[in-house]
């Protein structure tokens, strides 16, 4: 009788683990998507000096949770943070995160106001190196 309990439990404990590595971006905030698509893009630029790579992130966040017009700072301290407005403009939500700085330099800050779902478009480029910020719009 403990067999069969222990390994129900354990089939029980891996479906889990099965269901929330497939749930992909649904515990994550606009701000950590952005930075995973950083990470992935800063893959895609290669390892050649002056490679360049386009970012571009279609939406900050996945539907109905910033449908409104949004800023986006990319900080040169390594902080990426997003505010998300509503249709008379006050903050519904701000969302920060430094996970994407392991893997780009930020050599300046960009501070940019994006209408609702408008492309977020960060350029990379290869320097020395790493993978640098040259420009975001």
Known sequence: MQKI?????VAWLLACIFLL???GDAFTDPATRIAYDIESASRHLGNSEHASYSLQH???SKSGECDGSYKVQLDKVGALIIWCYDGAGNVVSSHSTSYHARFIDTPQTYLL??????????ELERSNGQAVVVDAR
Request: aromatic residues 0%.
């Open 113 to 122: 106001d994006k209408a609702a779902g408008e492309t977020l478009v960060i």
């Open 5 to 9: 309990q222990t390994v129900k439990s």
């Open 21 to 23: 590595a497939n749930c």
């Open 58 to 60: 279609q939406t900050p």
